[in-house]
């Protein structure tokens, strides 16, 4: 059964780092697209980065995070991480690790598997 599970949340001050963790169990790494959503408070779900090794491309990520968050994933444990520094108060929300077999797509309910979220807070 497929299955993935965010780690790693929590409060930060502005210019702060975080690390998620994603455990995909029973995701193939090397042919599913893995990545991360967020929601914010009153606002719409937003794609933040996505990585899927089958086209051999860049992974993706939102203009507003590139330079500071990055994607990576763990063929050893079956993990996707997004390391994320120099964190804003707008970066605050709920991020969600999503899966799903081949190419990453553009919205949250393309991915068939989608985890539960996890909080991550940027404030003084």
């Known amino acids: 059964q497929v299955r993935v599970v965010e780690s790693g949340g929590g409060l930060v001050q502005p210019g702060g780092s975080l690390r998620l963790s994603c455990a995909a169990d029973n995701v193939d790494l090397d042919t599913w697209a893995i990545g991360w959503f967020r929601q914010a408070p009153g606002k719409n779900v937003e794609r933040v980065s996505c990585i899927s090794r089958t086209l051999r491309t860049s992974p993706y990520y939102t203009d507003s995070v590139k330079g500071r968050f990055t994607i990576s994933t763990y063929n050893a444990n079956n993990t996707a991480v997004l390391q994320m520094n120099s964190l804003k108060p707008e970066d605050t929300g709920v991020y969600y690790c999503?899966?799903?077999?081949?190419?990453?797509?553009?919205?949250?309910?393309?991915?068939?598997?989608r985890g539960q979220g996890t909080q991550v807070t940027v404030s003084a």
């Open positions: 999503v899966a799903r077999s081949g190419f990453c797509k553009a919205t949250f309910y393309e991915y068939d598997y």
